[in-house]
């Protein structure tokens, strides 16, 4: 069961950092992603990153703002918002996949296990 936190309302140019967490278990051998929805939008994924490496992957929209890290010990994903902008708000979610050893770098596509979502709120 994945459990994501930290949206909130923040001003245009301010910083959020969202927590994605595994309740109960390590997270072993996964892709870990975060996705977001805005209203009357598709789905769009932003970045991921294999619990495996830690090497990650970013979406052109948040290259050079977002940031994803891990933190095994706590067995949480992290993704740090910087710069944000009203066109971020949405509805922000975590999803995991078990690793495809075919894999060399996560992806942005389909993932198995969703969390609920937490909702940013960028003001102008």
């Known amino acids: 069961q994945l459990q994501a936190s930290g949206g909130g309302l ?4 301010g910083s959020l950092r969202l927590s994605c ?3 109960g278990r390590p997270w072993d051998d996964y892709a870990v992603a975060w996705f977001r929805q805005a209203p009357g939008k598709e789905r769009e994924g932003l970045s991921c990153v294999s619990t495996y490496d830690s090497k990650t992957n970013y979406a052109d929209s948040v290259k050079g703002r977002f940031t994803i890290s891990t933190d095994n010990a ?3 994903i992290y993704l740090q918002m910087d710069n944000l902008k009203p ?4 509805v922000y979610y975590c999803a995991a996949v078990s690793w495809n050893w ?3 770098l996560c992806h942005l596509g389909s993932y ?4 609920q979502g937490t909702l940013v709120t960028v003001s102008s």
């Open 87 to 90: 066109e971020d708000t949405a």
């Open 102 to 104: 075919l894999w060399t």
């Open 10 to 13: 923040v001003r245009t140019g």
């Open 112 to 115: 198995k296990y969703w969390g």
């Open 74 to 76: 706590k067995n949480t």
């Open 21 to 23: 967490a595994r309740s």
